[in-house]
Every structure is written in C-alpha cells, then in structure tokens.
C-alpha cells in the first residue's frame, strides 16, 4: 500500500472509530440537544488526547504524522483493542511497542531530610507533573493525609480538581486551579510526550469541564511564590504565604512551603496544628 493510500485509510479507521463511541462512553457530558454528528467530534478527540482540533484534523486527513505518544493516547480515547491499536501504528508507519516510560523520581535525600527538620512548617516535594513525591507531618496536618491516597494518584492538581476536600480546604479554589492547569501546560511544554502527563490530563478533561476550559485556553505559568487563603476545619481561616524552591541537584523537583507573619492568627493556626 502506498504511502497515500496509508494515510487515506488512517483518516477512514480514526473517523469510524470515533463515529462509533458517544460522548458519554468516554465521560463527556451531553450537549442537551441534538447533535449534528454522530459519535465523537474531532475537538473531542483531540482535547481527550491533549492536542489541538487543527493536529488532529490534519491527522484524519493525512496532512500530518502522528508521534507514538499521540498515537497511544488516540487508541486509549477511541478504545482501541490491541488488534486495532496495531493497525493503527502500522498506518502510521510507528513501532506498535508501547512508548517510554519515565523513571519513577524518588525525593532528594537532601530534600527529605530538610522536611523532617520542618516541624512548624508545613511542606512538600513536588515532582514531574505536579506528582507529591514527599511531604511533612505539618503538611499532611494543613492539606491532607498524602498517605492514604494511592502513589499513582498522588498528584497536587488532580487533588485540586478531584477531592471535595481540597475545593473547601482553599477559599480561593478559582484562583488557584487554573494556575494548577497553566503550570501543566508548562510541564507539556517541557515534556510533550510524556504519557503519564496526556493520561492525566485526559483523566481531568473527562472528569472537569473547568479543567477542559482552563486547559483549551493555553495558559502556562510556573509557580514560584504567592499567597493562599485556606478554610482548615481545625486551625479556621489561614492566609498564608507560599515559596517554591528549586532543587539544585534534580530541577524537577521543587520544595513547596507555607508560612505566616510572626504575630498573625494564621501564625497562630499554624502553632496550634503543629501541637
């Protein structure tokens, strides 16, 4: 088969795909009313997958080569079983072999020995995509018990956007989550074919129409320093100022603090948690 013929019967195979799966067999919520297509939209495929309607319009078209991280997020979307996933790499001319796999990060030792010497202030490493790769037991008593929250799901935006507790935790929570979303678009931006990323991000676009908002709108930031106003059910209202530093030996990881002025009842609430 030709190398035109390829790429024809690419577009026919993803819009068949596609056509066949409704919106709610993916979790997006329904339009309301009738819809002008059947099956899936291009922009839905192409938001699930982490790239723009045009990428992947010109994919079904045959203007443009998919890299196989796409490819393997295209197959997820569509539900591709292994026969057909095969079949999709093979039009696209791709290794069928499942993509890289990132090296788990482990904390810095210097790092972890830092937070144990935090004792009145709490703290967290964060890695690669927002992953919790450490944190304090002031931090743990400030947001959350990390621990019990299994290791593949210890990421700080997929808590912002998936844990009711976390919504309540920050009175500015529409504030603080589109930047979560901005510094993911930051995190693509340095690493666009990082699956674990794409899987996360599809996970909340499917999950958070908020999430597909911020994220379809291209922000990015990188976090560095700022102020949080949080809702603690024991210590009440704190408003307490953040830093984000950078580790020296590994910059994917960045040490996450949070204080208050001497003297201040978020200072206080501070004092009292770590009682």
């Not at 839905?44 to 990428?55: C, F, M, P, Q, R």
Request: aromatic residues 6%; glycine residues 8%; hydrophobic residues 40%.
């Amino acid at each position: 088969m030709s190398s035109n013929a390829h790429r024809s019967e690419l577009g026919d195979f993803l819009r068949a795909r596609r056509t066949a799966l409704s919106p709610a067999m993916v979790g997006l919520p329904g339009s309301g009313g009738r819809r002008r297509v059947k099956g899936l939209r291009r922009e839905e495929v192409a938001l699930l997958a982490s790239i723009s309607t045009d990428y992947y319009t010109r994919l079904e078209q045959g203007r443009r080569r998919a890299s196989a991280p796409v490819l393997d997020a295209i197959a997820r979307i569509l539900r591709l079983d292994h026969d057909e996933r095969a079949y999709l790499f093979e039009l696209s001319g791709k290794d069928a072999a499942r993509p890289r796999r990132p090296v788990a990060q482990q904390v810095q030792p210097q790092l972890r020995r830092l937070l144990d010497d935090l004792a009145t202030v709490p703290a967290v490493v964060l890695g690669r995509r927002t992953d919790i790769l450490a944190w304090n037991q002031m931090a743990a008593a400030l947001v959350t018990d990390f621990g019990r929250i299994p290791e593949r799901q210890r990421n700080f935006v997929r808590l912002i956007f998936t844990d009711p507790a976390m919504r309540r935790l920050y009175a500015d929570w529409r504030d603080i989550a589109p930047s979560g979303v901005a510094q993911l678009r930051m995190e693509a931006a340095r690493d666009p074919d990082d699956p674990r990323l794409m899987e996360l991000v599809g996970e909340l676009s499917v999950r958070d129409p908020d999430f597909r908002r911020w994220w379809g709108a291209h922000n990015v930031a990188v976090g560095g320093m700022g102020t949080k106003l949080l809702r603690h059910p024991v210590a009440g209202d704190l408003t307490l100022d953040w830093s984000s530093l950078v580790c020296a030996t590994d910059p994917g990881q960045r040490l996450i603090t949070w204080t208050a002025d001497p003297g201040t009842p978020s200072h206080d609430g501070l004092r009292l948690l770590a009682s």
